[in-house]
């Protein structure tokens, strides 16, 4: 579900050339003052933007009805971490780390918040750097929980595709697209989330043909 209470600014209007990310409340007759959510700010750090979905819609900075995501080096210079800020009482809530610790050189590459506003699909090389993975974080209550990572096993120097993830309409599927074999085709994979571990099933018959991309 989407929110109509707040709006969300970037760019370096506290310390010049560091970008931040604030929200206004925007329910009112007048819009209140910006609150920044991208705290603590390191030294040039900035908002790391990732382009759009296929439907338009911003993956740099995402709301759902009750809060805030977006991606930055706010905590560490150099490291891409996912963000996300409460926004379910009258001022925003505590700003949290949604993703896990990340390895040297391991950065939140993409995320993707689901239609109801309920969890965070996100890919990042967090366990081996340069080898990209699919983790699922509960926000339900405004409060972060532990990632879950979602993709089966990997094999050698394969990954999941960092901007081929879908969530379904009603937020109970998550498909996308991985190579689990080193130097494979890309395969489409359907995760149902359940109420516990997700559980992900191949969508396509084993392929048997030479490997090229997005088969």
Sequence with gaps: PSQTRWAAVQGDFITDNDDAVAVINVEGATPAAAVTVST???TGTSLVGTGTTSNGVRRDVQFSASGVAFLGDFATDGVTELFYGDLSGASPGATQTVN??????????DFLMSPDG?????????TTDA??????VDITGGTVGAPQ???????GSSD???????????????????DPVASGPEEPVLVGMGDGTPTGNQVNPPLSRPPSSRD
């Design 160 to 178: 999941v595709t960092n901007d081929d993830y879908y969530w379904s309409p009603d937020s109970r599927f998550l498909a996308y697209l991985a």
């Design 100 to 109: 896990g610790a990340l390895v040297l050189d391991g950065d939140v590459q």
């Design 149 to 155: 990572r979602v993709n089966a096993a990997l094999s």
């Design 40 to 42: 603590p700010l390191t």
């Design 118 to 126: 309920s969890r965070i699909a996100y890919v990042a090389d967090e």
């Design 131 to 136: 080898i990209n993975e699919l983790y699922v």
